[in-house]
């Protein structure tokens, strides 16, 4: 594939955790791709929020995925995703594994569980933490605990396989959702004492080869 696929353009930057899951993908997948950083702001030309990004992204937001094979521009992660698994994954590498429509319903309640609730809450943590202008000490304490228990939640599931993957049978886009938010939990202050098969699912995710060169492809890229 990577002999006569043309590569993708995965719009990106540096801080932010969603780029890192679909480069993880892409590289999981084989499928070749070049990374575009953007800067966050204004900027008409470098900035996601300037009229260059706009075009390919109405919201302002990384990742976008631009496919020149298919003329096809995907954002939102779990657009992006889902995109890739659809028209590279021939051979089922991410996944779902569980049988039947019961295994394509697990596949999709634990990605929607990353999108809808453990991402958004991680996030809301990092703004009240750091960003938000005034200092709301209750709002924090929601979404610290709402964070938290969401890590609960994963330990529960996590413990099924052993720490090996979210879902039985291996590694799929699941862990690649996961991945670069939970990796991020020590700047949310969110420990991992409590949760030690999260943390063992953790380690064994940065020790994977596509997963260390996902980071480095993104971090290495030319800047704006």
């Known amino acids: ?9 995965l719009h990106a930057h540096a801080t932010g955790p969603n780029p890192f899951k679909i480069a993880a993908a892409l590289e999981f997948l084989q499928v070749p791709y070049v990374v575009k950083l953007w800067d966050f702001g204004p900027d008409p030309t470098k900035g996601v929020k300037g009229a260059a990004f ?11 995925l631009e496919d020149p094979n298919t003329g096809v521009v995907s954002w939102e992660s779990g657009a992006c995703m889902n995109y ?20 394509r319903v697990d596949f999709e309640k634990w990605e ?7 991402g958004p809450m991680t996030g809301q943590t990092n703004w009240y933490r750091y960003y938000n202008a005034v200092r709301n000490d209750d709002a924090l304490k929601r979404y610290v605990e709402q964070t938290e228990r969401c890590y609960s939640v994963l330990e529960g599931q996590l413990k099924k396989t052993g720490g090996e993957s979210i879902l ?4 799929t886009a699941v862990d690649l959702h996961f991945e670069p938010w939970v990796r991020q939990h020590a700047y949310a202050q969110i420990s991992l004492d409590p949760y030690p098969t ?21 971090k290495e890229a030319p800047k704006p």
Do not use: H
């Open 168 to 171: 039985p049978g291996g590694i």
């Open 198 to 218: 999260v943390k063992k699912w953790l380690e064994k995710m940065g020790n994977l080869k596509e997963i260390q060169d996902a980071y480095k492809k993104i």
């Open 1 to 9: 594939m990577a002999n006569t696929t043309k590569p993708l353009i």
């Open 112 to 118: 929607y569980f990353l999108l809808t609730t453990l």
């Open 54 to 64: 706009l075009a390919i992204n109405e919201n302002g937001r990384v990742p976008a």
């Open 84 to 103: 890739a698994r659809r028209v590279y994954d021939k051979g089922n590498v991410l996944g779902p594994k569980g049988d039947g429509e019961q295994g």
